[in-house]
């Protein structure tokens, strides 16, 4: 589950990163802005995902429901006007959401059952 979540996590940083650089619709707001907006807040988990930490784990599953919302939002309003692009974003963006919950909930919960009791007790979990 561990590559899954972080195969998962690094292709929904990827389609951000595509989607605001070349994909998106031309807004009055710079694309720099947008860029940074939605990918820096993923950006902040990664150091604790490569530490294998359960706490990272579950503050990148907090975040990543923020971009479920909005693939959700996306890929509706998308729908409802009639542009695929923006409707396949939403949908990628959806699915790559929901398969880093899943692992990501797999692998906190594996790593909390793997620690012992007497560690348990130290750390005050």
């Given at each position: 589950m561990k590559y899954l979540a972080h195969w998962s996590y690094g292709s929904l940083l990827a389609l951000i990163v595509y989607w605001e650089i070349w994909g998106a619709s031309a807004?009055?707001?710079?694309?720099?802005?947008?860029?940074?907006?939605?990918?820096?807040?993923?950006?902040?988990?990664?150091?604790?995902?490569?530490?294998?930490?359960?706490?990272?784990?579950?503050?990148?599953?907090?975040?990543?429901?923020?971009?479920?919302?909005?693939?959700?939002?996306?890929?509706?309003?998308?729908?409802?006007?009639?542009?695929?692009?923006?409707?396949?974003?939403?949908?990628?963006?959806?699915v790559l959401s929901l398969v880093f919950i899943g692992a990501a909930s797999f692998r906190a919960r594996f790593i909390r059952r793997s620690v012992t009791p007497r560690a348990r007790a130290e750390t005050g979990w």
């Open positions: 807004t009055p707001v710079s694309r720099g802005f947008w860029l940074a907006l939605k990918a820096l807040p993923l950006l902040a988990a990664v150091h604790g995902l490569r530490r294998d930490s359960a706490d990272a784990y579950v503050l990148a599953t907090l975040l990543v429901l923020i971009y479920f919302c909005e693939g959700v939002a996306t890929a509706y309003s998308a729908g409802v006007s009639g542009t695929w692009p923006a409707c396949a974003y939403g949908a990628v963006e959806i």
